[in-house]
Structures are given as C-alpha cells and as structure tokens.
RNA sequence: GCUCCCAUCGUCUAGCGGUUCAGGACGCGGCCCUCUCAAGGCUGAAACACGGGUUCAAAUCCCGUUGGGAGCACCA
C-alpha cells in the first residue's frame, strides 16, 4: 500500500444494473460536488462482482446516466471484479495474523442455534463457537469469519449525524468470506476503498447502521479509516422507499421524458440539501456551494413539481444553441425524419421556449412548422370552436392582405392584421358588435397550426413565413367553405 | 423482535435559545397583464407530531409517547 497524500478523494461504487438510480445519481452529485469543493478527486468504481450481471451493456446505463448529468470523475474507471486477487491476500493475511479465522458451522446448525437463542429471548449473535478451534486451510467446507473485538465502541464521527457507531460487544463475528471462497461485500469494499486512496466517503445511510463492522475491518488490517458521511434517502410519494412501479427512478427515463440534466441536477441537489433560501444552482454553484452541514437529516420526497418548474426554468433561461442541441432529437423523434435547423425553427423555439414544461412538449408545440403545408390536421375541436363560417370573409381579406406584403416582419402583420379590422368593423353591423383582435387572431392560429395554442400570432406567422402563412389560410378558408 | 436513525406549511426546505404571532420555493386560490397558451407582477390560504421537563426565555436543549425509515444474510 502506497502512503497517499492528503488530497481530499471520494468515490461513488454503482453496482452496474443497466441504469443510473435517481438516488445513486443523488449520491454520486454529493460525492462528486464534495470534491470539486475542496479540490478532491472524484473516483467511479463499479461494483461488478455479480459476473452474471455484469457486462459491458449493463455498465453503460450506469455511465451513460453520470455523463448526462455532468458528473465528471478523475481517472480510469475502477472495477472491483479486477481487485479479486486483493481481496483474497487480505483475507489470507487476517487469517495469518490471527485476526480471522475458519468457521465450519453449517448454515442448519447456525439456523438452529439462532432460534434456540431467540425462544431463550437472548439476541443472537454468532456464537464463536469455531474462534478459538484454529482451523486450516484443510478443514473443509468453510468461511472465513473476522474475529471482533470483545467491548470498545466501533464509533465514528459521521460528516452528516455526528457522533455514530456501536459497541463491539453487539455485532457477532462477520463473515468476510464465504464456503465457496469468494469475498463479502464489507471486506470487498473496504479493501477498495484503502487501494484507491479514498479518503472520504459519501453514501446513502441504508449503509449507517452496517459501518461498524467495516470500521472492524479497518482496525483488524491497521488501517485508519475513512471520513463517512451517509445522506439520507430519497423516498416516494407518502414515504414508502422507492418502487420501481410507483416512481420514476432511472435517470434515463427523466432524460427520454425530455428533462434538461441542468433541471435534473438541480433538482437532484436540492433534496436534502440547502444553501440558504437558494433554489436555481448552475453546476459551477453546485460545486462553489455545496457542504455537508446542511445536509438534512431525514430522507425526503421526490417532488416532480419542482423538476417541472426547475425544467421549465432552463428551457427558457439556457442559452440557445444548447436548446438547440437538446431539443433537435426530440423534434426528429416527433416527425420521424431529419430535421434542418434553420433561421425559422429557431426564431420559433425562441418565441415558444418559455410555454413547453419538457424538451417532448417542446417538440411537440414545434411540430406544425415541420410539417407539409397540406399535411396540416386542424384539431377538430379548436376548428368548431374557431374555424365558422362567419369568419370566413375576414380571414380571407387578411390572406389577401398578407399575399400583398412587401415585407414580412412583426410590423407590417400587425399593420395587416389592423387594416382587416378596420374593414371588417366598417363592414359589420351593429348587433354583430366590434371586431377585436382575440376574435381574428385565434382563427388564424387554428389555421396555421392546426390547434388553440402557439407563441404571439404575429411571431407564429413570421415562423411560418409568408408564402406558408397564406397557403394554408387559403386550405383553411376552403375548408370552411367545403363545410358550409 | 433487536439495533440504529429521523420528525417545521401538501412537498422541498430556512431556522442552529431571545431580532420569528416561523422565512423562501414548488404546488394551490384570487387579482392584474393579455390575440390563445405560457411567462411575469401583486396577493391569499397553508407548518414547528404529542406530552413532560431545563431556562427569565424553546421550533431550537433533555426525557418519554406516537409516527416514519434503515440495518440485522455465506446480497451489494
């Protein structure tokens, strides 16, 4: 073991399950944040010991998820599969040192002695009944058990709830490996936590109530251990833990629903953890601000309403070549083709960013530029409601009017939209009462989007363009016509 | 069952003994703006789980009750 420097290291260990965990990624953000703060190094390292599980594919979901995110870490990738050798030295060298030894207890007898403690009303503990038996390595079927010491406090002092830890005499010799020869989880992750030179680590607190049997492990191999910091969990709706059907909970399921990662990360950051009244942090404040003394003590809802209006946030704050970028594929997902960014699309995205809640809505809402003037559905409610047939003439005096426009441009609509009021009031009758604005601007917009909705009417045709804007008043016009 | 952890508006939270009849945000209601939908502005309702202490003074400290969560594996 290399004697490491004192530069701050924390780590985030997924095991590779195909897809990041809303509250891994949470984790991870912590992790990652705390060490950009102070200048650490971030390390990633999978938890691949499942052979089954693990492959090259499952490992993406997980990475996928963290670069998405914007969650940079230092360095290759550690993966625990290639410590096995490790692993197996350190037990070998407890077992030398008469820190560990070999237990044959079969799974029945423990079983039976177990409940025979319990009908007593003792706790049960292992009963080291095989301790002091000094075994070897020709004893047979075995595992490896890690001699705990009698009494003392296995106690640390935790970067979240403070003073944490229990007493020795209350946790029963673990096994640290087990019959057919492979390493458990606590040793394994002990042994890689001292090789990669991390020095603090930051987890969920499902782990609280396990440290102090790797605190044990730490002092059997001489080892000083780690700072620990757990973060409590994340929780569903009403409290319950997380469930795979109720809540959403893989980071790539947010992204496919057409969440920013700036949204998520924000969102993400701010469960559980406060910098005063703040709400909207960019990635550079995450990493300026975060700490671990405002980490809140108790796990917290997912509140989706708050990603929404976090999402909704960005769409509209985000500079656009960025909303470009994000929102392209969710515009060639709803045509079903390529689509060329171009001045008009943009100038529309512009105009509509602050209305759609998610990058689909927004693909959505964008849609009825893309398409073939002729290919236009007129949503049938917003045409009964919109498209009569007493709005005919008024909508045909505009098309004329915008076929005769020198220019196409903000002004020279509005003065065109005007001037057919003007006409059209001229021309109606008392009862029929004055013609405003609402009642010409909402027809156009069924006309040319094909539904109620759109950016300012004069903004939407200027999208269009001019040609466009009249083809498909004209469609609409006949279409009117073709009812009546 | 045992061990450990937690407890402020519906939700996320500020608060670290007095300047708070508890502040912000999301969501919800109302009003304004308005060519639709949003956005924006103003505004309203909404919380210290309960019971005991300690103290001149408690959301803040201590104890209990209740309610939640996690861990107790030859899973990670």
Known sequence: MTKLDSTLRTRFAPSPTGFLHIGGARTALFSWAYARRFGGKFILRIEDTDRERSTEESERGVIDGLRWLGIQWDGEIARQSEANARHQEVIEDLLTAGKAYRCICSREELEQRKQEHIARGDKWTYDRKCRDEDYAADCGTHVVRLKLPDTGMLGWVDGVFGE?????????????????GSPLYHLAVVVDDIDLGINFVIRGQDHHS?????????????????????????????????????????????????????????????????????????????????????????????DLEKLVWL????????????????????????????????????????????????????????????LDDDALQIDEKAAKKHLKAN??????????????????????????????????????????????????????????????????IHETLMALGQERSVTRLSNAIQAIRARA
């Open 164 to 180: 944490s830890g229990q007493d020795a005499s209350e946790i029963g010799d673990v096994i640290i490996r087990r019959s057919d």
């Open 210 to 302: 396990n440290t102090p049997f790797q605190l044990a492990i730490y002092q059997a191999m001489g080892v000083e251990p780690p700072r620990l910091a757990h973060v409590p969990l994340i929780v569903g709706k009403n409290g319950k833990k997380l469930s795979k059907r109720r809540d959403p909970i893989s980071v790539q399921q947010f992204q496919e629903e057409g969440y920013l990662p700036e949204a998520m990360r924000n969102w993400l950051t701010r469960i559980g953890w406060s910098h005063g009244d703040q709400e909207v942090f960019s990635s550079e404040e995450i990493t300026q601000t975060f700490d671990l003394e405002h980490v809140n003590h108790s796990s917290a809802q997912a």
């Open 311 to 370: 999402n909704q946030h960005y769409l509209k704050t985000l500079p656009m070549d960025q909303i470009r970028d994000y929102v392209l594929p969710f515009l060639e997902k709803e045509v079903g083709g390529s689509v060329q960014w171009d001045d008009a699309l943009a100038f529309y995205i512009e105009a509509d960013r602050e209305r759609p809640k998610t990058l689909v809505e927004m693909a959505q809402r964008a849609r009825f530029l893309l």
């Open 391 to 456: 709005i005919a003439p008024a909508l045909e005096q505009l098309r004329d009017a915008f076929a005769a426009l020198g220019a196409w441009d903000h002004e020279s609509i509005e003065g065109a939209f005007q001037s057919v009021l003007e006409q059209q009031n001229r021309e109606r009758s008392e009862e029929q009462g004055e013609m405003k604005m609402g009642k010409l601007a909402q027809p156009v917009r069924v006309a040319v989007t094909g539904g109620p909705v759109s950016p300012g």
